[in-house]
C-alpha cells in the first residue's frame, strides 16, 4: 500500500481510542466496584483486615459503624468478597467513578447496631448463619446471648457460672459426705 494512502487512510478514520473519562462498558462478568450490603453485614472488620490495599476502613460509632469503600485503592482482587463470613460483600461490574487519588471518591454503607434484646442500648449486628457456622447447634440461649450488648452478655455469662459453681460445689459436699460414712 502506497505511504500516501496509508496517512490520509489514518487522517481521515475517526479515533478508535476514547478521550478519558470517556469508557467502553465493562462486560456483564466484570468483577470491579465492591458493594456491601448493610442488612447482612456484622462489622466484623475481617473484611479490613484481609485488604492488602487498605481499600476498606471500619468507623465504630456509638450506635452504628460506617463501612469506608475507597474504589481508588481497590485492586479488586475480591479477597475481601471470599472473606465475608456473612457474604454481604459483591463485585458489581460497573467500575465505579474514576479519581485521581485516594480518598477521592469514597463509598460508605452504614450498619446500625440494633437494640440489645435485655437494655435496648446499641449491640453488635446479629447474623443467624454465622451463630450455627461457630457453635454448630443454634439454640434458644445462644441465639438470645447473641443479641445482648457486651455489658449484658457479661453478666449473663457470669450467671450462668455463678449457677454452675453452686451445683458443682454442691455435689462435691454431697460426694464428701457419702465417702465420711
Ligand atoms: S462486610 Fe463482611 S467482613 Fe466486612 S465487616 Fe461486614 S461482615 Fe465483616
Ligand atoms: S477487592 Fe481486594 S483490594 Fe478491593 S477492597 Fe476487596 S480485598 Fe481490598
Redesign the pocket.
Known amino acids: 500500500m502506497n505511504i500516501l494512502h496509508l496517512i490520509g487512510g489514518n487522517w481521515i478514520r475517526r479515533p478508535l481510542t476514547q478521550r478519558f473519562p470517556d469508557r467502553e462498558p465493562p462486560p456483564a462478568e466484570y468483577r470491579g466496584h465492591v458493594t ?1 450490603d448493610a442488612a ?9 483486615q484481609v485488604c492488602v490495599s487498605a481499600a ?1 476502613e ?1 468507623r465504630p460509632a456509638e450506635s452504628s459503624c460506617a ?1 469506608v469503600y475507597d474504589p481508588a485503592r481497590c485492586t479488586f482482587c475480591g479477597f ?1 468478597v471470599q ?4 457474604d ?2 459483591r463485585q458489581v461490574s460497573d467500575r465505579g467513578a474514576w479519581a485521581h487519588s485516594p480518598h477521592e471518591q469514597t463509598d460508605t454503607t452504614v ?1 446500625d447496631y440494633p437494640p440489645c434484646a435485655e437494655c435496648g442500648k446499641p449491640a453488635m449486628p446479629y447474623s443467624e448463619n454465622l451463630v450455627s457456622t461457630a457453635y454448630g447447634e443454634r439454640t434458644e440461649e445462644l441465639r438470645r446471648r447473641a443479641r445482648l450488648c457486651e455489658h449484658c452478655r457479661r453478666q449473663v455469662t457470669a450467671e450462668v457460672m455463678r449457677k454452675t459453681f453452686s451445683v458443682m460445689s454442691d455435689a462435691g459436699r454431697s460426694e464428701g459426705r457419702s465417702h465420711g460414712r
Do not use: D, E, M, S
Request: hydrophobic share 50%; proline share 5%; charged share 0%.
Open positions: 456491601n447482612a453485614c456484622v462489622a466484623c472488620g475481617i473484611c479490613t476498606i471500619l463501612w475481601c472473606y465475608c463470613p456473612v454481604a460483600l450498619i
